[in-house]
């Protein structure tokens, strides 16, 4: 492969990768995709869980479309590409 074809290459594979930025409880976070899951959350703010039965509350704002709101499980939501919030409390099992 000659260097040009390389360069193109990365050139189209940047294109298809997306770089977003999201705040996930005060710290700028990275994701490849605008639509964030409930999990997607989770996992970015807290890449290894308190405990397995631990229950987690995730709300979000200046997102895309809805612009403001909380995820249940499942649930998503299409962010900006940059600056949606979003907050990951551990609120336990009751």
Do not use: C, W
């Amino acid at each position: 492969m000659s260097e040009s074809t390389a360069a193109a290459t990365g050139v189209a594979d940047e294109k298809h990768t997306k770089k977003i930025q999201i705040i996930v409880n005060g710290e700028p976070k990275v994701v490849e995709t605008d639509i964030v899951s409930y999990e997607q959350g989770v996992r970015v703010a807290y890449p290894t869980p308190p405990s397995p039965d631990t229950l987690f509350t995730v709300t979000f704002r200046k997102a895309k479309e809805p612009k403001e709101g909380s995820l249940a499980p499942g649930g998503t939501v299409e962010v900006k590409k940059e600056g949606t919030i979003f907050n990951v409390k551990a609120t336990g099992k009751s």
